[in-house]
């Protein structure tokens, strides 16, 4: 973990203190907390935060949503169970790049399948912001939904069934028995849910690196990080782009933690 982590990071955060390309090494000059003082006052960066936020919000939503129907299926399921759980994993299984290049010939403009269902003729998804987003937002939510499902299902699967039946025969309906009995009783697993997928949308690059390369406005927060230091050869620049994405993850987390902390304290059998 030192080698493959700890090592990273600090090179990263020591990087990023100087004014450093690749092309001219012998240039390097110590700036201290110049770089981010550069990026934290330029419009680029709080755009792809914005954009980045905006996909994450999008992705965990849905992905929540349809899990949980995923998750509620197989919970109830008699037969054939395992065959169900490994069949909905496939999409989770395929390399991001693979589903990404995927994703984009789908939404092709003239050999993609959507435009044809859609009856869309000679409309370029990759041509504007909106539509842009919409299919990056797709590939994600197919791919990933799959774990969210899972997460879930550990959930329900923790849930008393004379709990639901009491509620049952109390004359609570479906609805009520949903809110006030499923949910209360599986906060802690939806809330490592949401905070695994939060974490992981945050840090999408994949699937905008595939299908639009940052165009339309559609670039994330890695991705900026990957333009400074490959395409614009900034180390220190996108070295400070990737600190400053790390201690975001960082406060996400914790205020994951901090919200569900009862619920993680009671699921450990802590009182």
């Known amino acids: 973990m030192l080698l493959v982590t700890a090592y990273p990071m600090a090179q990263a955060v020591w990087l990023s203190l100087f004014r450093y390309r690749i092309t001219d090494p012998h240039s390097r000059e110590f700036v201290w907390l110049q770089n981010y003082a550069v990026i934290l006052r330029d419009g680029l960066w709080w755009r792809d935060v914005g954009v980045t936020f905006l996909i994450t919000v999008i992705t965990v939503t849905v992905e929540l949503v349809i899990g949980f129907a995923f998750a509620t299926v197989m919970h109830r399921m008699a037969f054939g169970r395992g065959i169900v759980r490994t069949s909905i994993l496939v999409p989770y299984g395929i390399v991001t790049v693979v589903s990404a290049f995927a994703w ?11 435009n044809s269902w859609l009856g869309l003729e000679h409309y370029d998804f990759f041509a504007h912001f909106g539509s842009s987003l919409l299919a990056i937002c797709m590939s994600e939510i197919w791919k990933t939904t799959p774990f969210m ?8 699967a923790q849930i008393p069934e004379e ?11 479906w609805w009520q028995r949903l809110w006030r009995v499923t949910i ?7 809330m490592v849910a949401m905070l695994f997928r939060t974490l992981d949308a945050y840090r999408i690059f994949d699937n905008v690196f595939v299908m639009t390369n940052g165009t339309q406005n559609t670039e994330t927060v890695s991705f ?30 914790f205020v994951f933690i901090t919200a569900f902390k009862t619920d993680l304290s009671q699921v450990r059998g802590e009182r």
């Open 104 to 114: 984009k010939f789908a939404f092709a403009t003239d050999s993609g399948f959507v």
């Open 149 to 156: 499902s899972l997460l879930l299902l550990a959930g329900l």
């Open 163 to 173: 709990v639901d039946e009491a509620a049952k025969i109390d004359g609570a309906t």
């Open 184 to 190: 209360p009783n599986m906060k802690a697993s939806i």
């Open 224 to 253: 900026l990080a990957y333009r400074q230091i490959i395409s614009r050869t900034a180390v220190g620049l996108g070295s400070a782009v990737s600190v400053l994405l790390f201690l975001t993850v960082v406060l996400i987390a």
